[in-house]
Nanobody, 124 residues
Framework: QVQLVESGGGLVQAGGSLRLSCTAS????????MGWFRQAQGKDREFVAA????????FNLDSMKGRFTISRDTAKNTMYLQMNSLKPEDTAVYYC?????????????????WGQGTQVTVSS
């Protein structure tokens, strides 16, 4: 099994920045890529970005390009999500997840393990 712990969420004003972290432990050798998803109240969980653990490839939704950046530090088994120019509509619980599949995950069904989530609240 893989355990994931997210951190870095909080309350920020519109236009501000936050950096989320997700640290993996356990059987991390099975992890091929990791991703960030978010879930606003009353809505489905939404894909944000993903990164390949070995190759550093990233993939972001168009609505987040230019504002969000995903990265990873393999030595620390940690993935990051730098979020700039935050908007109230970015308010959600942010989850990290792992995937064993050879392609980057874009849906919850392609992920194997999940963190507990970290709340991000952006005030207007």
């Amino acid at each position: 099994q893989v355990q994931l712990v997210e951190s870095g969420g909080g309350l920020v004003q519109a236009g501000g920045s936050l950096r989320l972290s997700c640290t993996a432990s356990g059987r991390t050798g099975s992890v091929n890529s990791m991703g960030w998803f978010r879930q606003a109240q009353g809505k489905d969980r939404e894909f944000v970005a993903a990164v390949a653990w070995s190759g550093g490839t990233t993939f972001n939704l168009d609505s987040m390009k230019g504002r969000f950046t995903i990265s990873r530090d393999t030595a620390k088994n940690t993935m990051y999500l730098q979020m700039n120019s935050l908007k109230p509509e970015d308010t959600a619980v942010y989850y990290c997840a792992t995937s064993r599949r050879p392609i980057l995950p874009r849906t919850i069904y392609e992920c194997d393990y999940w963190g507990q989530g970290t709340q991000v609240t952006v005030s207007s």
